[in-house]
Each structure stands twice: as C-alpha cells, then as structure tokens.
C-alpha cells in the first residue's frame, strides 16, 4: 500500500505481511521516502521465509532494499515485529532502537532471553496450569524460536526521544502494558497528532496483558494507564501493528476500557462460586485453550486478579483467588473515558 493524502502530509509506505498472529497481518511502516531523508522502517515482521520475501518485495516497490535501510524502529520485541531486525541490520549496517525496557529482548540477549524463560516458566504454574498444557505451551515456543530471529545489536532509549526524518518528527511514547516498553511513535500530520501504535492500539482485538509479557507488574493498571492516556492525548489516527488505520483512536482506547471492566466483572462472577487459580477462571473465561492460549488465557485472568488484589477485593490463598468483598466499587479501578464514547 502507497499512500499520500492529506491528513498526512507526506510520503508513507504501509506494508501488510502475513504471518501466524491471530491478531491478523503485521503492518510494517516505511518512512524517509523523501530526497535525503534517512529510510527509517517502524517494525520489520517476523523471520520466517514468507514474510521476509514479501517484506523484501515491499520494500522493493518503494524503489528500496534491506541494504538501503538507515534505521528501524520498534514498537516492542515480540518476534512479529521485530524478528527481521537483525537480518536487516546485517544487510545495512543500520542502527535498531527499541525503548530500554524491551532493548534486550529485542536484541536476543541470552542472559535476558533465560531470565524471562525462567520467570515464565515460574509463573504457568503459580497459575495454575495442569502439567500437560504447561509442556504444551513449551514445546511450542520452543518449537517457534526461529521466528525471533538473528541477534541483534540494539541502542535503547526511554520515553521522549525524538527521530528526525525528513520533514517530521516522530515522539517516543511510552506506552506499556502488553509489553514493559511497548513504545509509540508520535508525529504531528495535518489533522493533528497521529501515533504508530504497535499493538497498544489495535482495530479488532484486544492486546492481551498479562501472558504477553510475564515480566510486567500490574500489568492491567499499567495498560489502563496506557489506555486513558491515548484518550488524553486524542490523536487524530493510530497506525497499528496489525491491520488498517484507526480513525478514533479514543474512541477505540475508551472501548477497550469498557471492555476490561467487563471482564473484571466476569471474573468476580467465577469467583462467586468459590476460590480458583487464574487457569480455572481462564476455562470459565475462555473455554478449552492451546498452544500461545495457553499462555495468553490465565496470564489475562491473572491479571484482572493482580488488579482487583491490589485494591483488596480478593486475595490469594497458595495459587487461589477469593472473592472478600460481595458488592466492589469498580469505578476507582478504571478510568473514567466518557467522553471518548
């Protein structure tokens, strides 16, 4: 896709890569298509042999190449959108930056690539999750380790570096929750600021928070921060990291509030039956799961439980939540985004 218009101001190639993510094609940007400005890729897709070939006959429409990148930036690490990093790197020779917080699983750093291996492996079972599915859940991850990648040599930043390219300017943003340094892209185009969101925005699904990155803290109070601050911000369109634009991000942001206080709800139901580990009420939530779901299912119950622990409406027994107050004030616990709605 070769886009111009208006509300943009200048040149954007937006490249639509297939891949295995159930949240739907990656959408890679490609920026710097002006004389003299540095060709600057935001995301690059997963290392599997498809989309490395449609990647290289994307850019190669945009009269480009691996080789010609200046520079690539990640929204976060997860190997849909950063797995093609250090090929292209080894290509060109071009600088990859990620926020600091994701920088060294981004790069494939051993230590920090063990660290998170370990951790996960600690908290499926705090979770709950039968033996069975926890060795599911491994052999396919390990089964799926290529897709992340060459190493990479990585330069971190933290929130509010800038990259100047061409004629605009791109903001660092913050935005945590799926990821610990999930990070946004911010740039001002005629209708007003507009944002490449990576998955802290997406069109259809919600990102999920809790198994994406077992390595966040409160997650959900992390994601709900990032939520309200998109509607705060009020950008004019997000470009995600899958799939097409968002014309009311707000509205999109608000929605997903709705929806997190929903499912908090829901699990306060399960929870009327008696205690349960976050795996039970992942089954009550989402049926039978496998593979990633695995992963994804109990880590997003959990951490609807982290949040509603942290305000004293259950608490923890061993691996099991229960329900200590019968009628909870769920308002303090979300944002208020009335009027993004």
């Not at 929903?262 to 992942?282: D, F, N, Q, Y």
């Not at 949040?307 to 019968?326: K, M, N, P, Q, W």
């Amino acid at each position: 896709m070769h886009m111009t218009d208006p509300k943009l101001g200048f040149e954007l190639g937006a490249l639509s890569l297939g891949g295995s993510s159930f949240e739907g094609e990656n959408s890679i940007y490609l920026l710097g298509l002006e004389p003299d400005a540095p060709t600057t890729l935001v995301d690059t897709g997963i290392a599997t042999d498809s989309t490395r070939g449609e990647l290289r006959d994307g850019l190669k429409r945009y009269g480009t190449s691996f080789a010609e990148i200046d520079r690539v930036l990640l929204t976060h690490y997860h190997a849909d959108h950063a797995g093609l990093a250090g090929e292209i790197q080894a290509e060109s020779g071009c600088p990859v930056f990620a926020h600091e917080a994701d920088a060294s699983l981004a790069a494939g750093d051993p230590s920090a690539m063990s660290d998170r291996s370990d951790r996960l492996r600690r908290v499926i079972d705090a979770w709950g999750t039968p033996r069975d599915k926890q060795n599911e859940l491994l052999s396919f991850l390990e089964s799926s380790g290529d897709a992340a990648g060459e190493r990479v040599d990585v330069t971190p930043f933290t929130a509010g570096e800038t990259f100047e390219i061409g004629s605009i300017e791109l903001e660092a943003v913050h935005m945590p929750g799926h990821t610990a340094g999930l990070t946004g892209y911010v740039f001002d185009g005629v209708g007003g600021e507009e944002v490449f969101s990576g998955d802290a925005l997406l069109p259809y699904y919600t990102p999920n928070v809790g198994g994406a990155d077992v390595r966040v803290e409160g997650a959900l109070e992390a994601y709900l921060g990032t939520l309200s601050s998109i509607v705060d911000r009020d950008y004019a369109r997000a470009w995600p990291g899958h799939r097409g634009p968002i014309i009311d991000p707000a509205g999109r942001a608000a929605d997903i509030v709705i929806h997190h206080r929903e499912r908090t709800e829901r699990v306060l139901s399960v929870l009327e039956s008696g205690s349960a580990t976050p795996w039970e009420i992942s089954a009550e939530l989402f049926g039978s799961l496998s593979l990633i779901h695995i992963l994804h299912g109990p880590g997003e119950a959990f951490a609807h439980l982290e949040h509603l622990e942290s305000a004293g409406i259950v608490g923890r027994d061993g691996h099991a939540f229960e329900r200590l107050v019968s009628d909870p004030d769920l308002d303090s616990l979300f944002p208020d985004v009335s009027e993004a709605l």
